[in-house]
T-cell receptor, first 112, second 113 residues
Framework: QQPVQSPQAVILREGEDAVINCSSSKALYSVHWYRQKHGEAPVFLMI?????EQKGHEKISASFNEKKQQSSLYLTASQLSYSGTYFC?????????????FGAGTRLAVHP | DGGITQSPKYLFRKEGQNVTLSCEQNLNHDAMYWYRQDPGQGLRLIYYSQIVNDFQKGDIAEGYSVSREKKESFPLTVTSAQKNPTAFYLC????????????FGQGTRLTVV
């Protein structure tokens, strides 16, 4: 049930690009992306709802494939402030209720 | 300002004691969630609630209990039955269904000694 994230960790130099993937064996109802700094609350980045959808947020963008089984988060020209753990989440219907669950996270470290 | 507040930020308890973590939101959100986060780990769902007086077990509900008597409040009790309660606990809320942005509180770091 839990979406699978890859890679588990990424180390970048400032200005480099990265891609974080989130996948599921079943179609996802939605995909959420959050970033968490150490010891802080996760911060919302974006939600994708439709197959084939793409969204951008400054130099951070995401896509949702047509089958809604995979989403990718693109970080371009990385900045030091991009460091943190990135989580993908999805709404999962279970027994008539909708719960929000997350992948295990991808740790991103950007160095000067 | 609207937001979601967790208290306290740090909490220490002796083994065998029950402890209640507070979560309050003034965003008028219907859905509320509790997650547990261990070092280097993801967010694991403990309990969630979509409406007042109704809540559902998440993936790791054993040893925890909740109540939802008011829309604004969703307290979590960590009972003595929870075998490894030391962790970072995060509360979140959203407008409802899983397609809405979740807002997180600042978390409570619970240490049981």
């Amino acid at each position: 049930q839990q979406p699978v994230q890859s890679p588990q960790a990424v180390i970048l130099r400032e200005g480099e690009d990265a891609v974080i993937n989130c996948s599921s064996s079943k179609a996802l109802y939605s995909v959420h992306w959050y970033r968490q700094k150490h010891g802080e609350a996760p911060v919302f980045l974006m939600i994708l709802l439709k197959g084939g959808e793409q969204k951008g947020h400054e130099k951070i963008s995401a896509s949702f494939n047509e089958k809604k089984q995979q989403s990718s988060l693109y970080l371009t020209a990385s900045q030091l402030s991009y460091s943190g753990t990135y989580f993908c989440g999805t709404g999962l219907f279970s027994g008539g209720y909708n719960k929000l669950i997350f992948g295990a996270g991808t740790r991103l470290a950007v160095h000067p | 300002d609207g937001g979601i507040t967790q208290s306290p930020k740090y909490l220490f308890r002796k083994e065998g004691q029950n402890v209640t973590l507070s979560c309050e939101q003034n965003l008028n959100h219907d859905a509320m969630y509790w997650y547990r986060q261990d070092p280097g780990q993801g967010l694991r769902l403990i309990y969630y609630s979509q409406i007042v007086n109704d809540f559902q077990k998440g993936d790791i509900a054993e040893g925890y209990s909740v109540s939802r008597e008011k829309k604004e409040s969703f307290p979590l009790t960590v009972t003595s039955a929870q075998k490894n309660p030391t962790a970072f606990y995060l509360c979140a809320s959203s407008k409802g269904q899983g397609a809405n942005e979740a807002f997180f509180g600042q978390g409570t770091r619970l240490t049981v000694v």
